[in-house]
Nanobody
Framework: QVQLVESGGGLVQAGGSLRLSCTASGSFDGIYLMGWYRQFPGEKRQLVAIVSTHGGVNEAESVKGRFIVSRDNGANAVYLQMNNLKPEDTAVYYC????????????????WGQGTQVTVSS
């Protein structure tokens, strides 16, 4: 069974920084994409930033220049360094990974962490 475990959320003042971490564990063959989404109250989850196995990054315009996503393939981990946080960044942040469960298969499926709350006070 695959699990994504997140850590690092919390309360911070505007202009401050937080670092989120997420590690995948369990039985699987490989991980394609890893990254982060966030969900505002009453809205659907939105992409924050996602990184491929080879380091290619796709990120939301609203976080460019402030957030940095990185990945440690050997540790099956992904990180989100969030700088210059703003009150509008307040949301539940979810780790996600596209994982190939079985060797020799091209099929992969998405997995999600439990979510971690990030609150930015003004």
């Amino acid at each position: 069974q695959v699990q994504l475990v997140e850590s690092g959320g919390g309360l911070v003042q505007a202009g401050g920084s937080l670092r989120l971490s997420c590690t995948a564990s369990g039985s699987f063959d490989g991980i394609y994409l890893m990254g982060w989404y966030r969900q505002f109250p009453g809205e659907k989850r939105q992409l924050v930033a996602i990184v491929s196995t080879h380091g290619g990054v796709n990120e939301a315009e609203s976080v460019k220049g402030r957030f940095i996503v990185s990945r440690d393939n050997g540790a099956n981990a992904v990180y989100l360094q969030m700088n210059n946080l703003k009150p509008e960044d307040t949301a539940v942040y979810y780790c996600t990974a596209r994982i190939r469960l079985y060797s020799g298969s091209s099929y992969s499926e998405p997995f999600w962490g439990q979510g971690t709350q990030v609150t930015v006070s003004s």
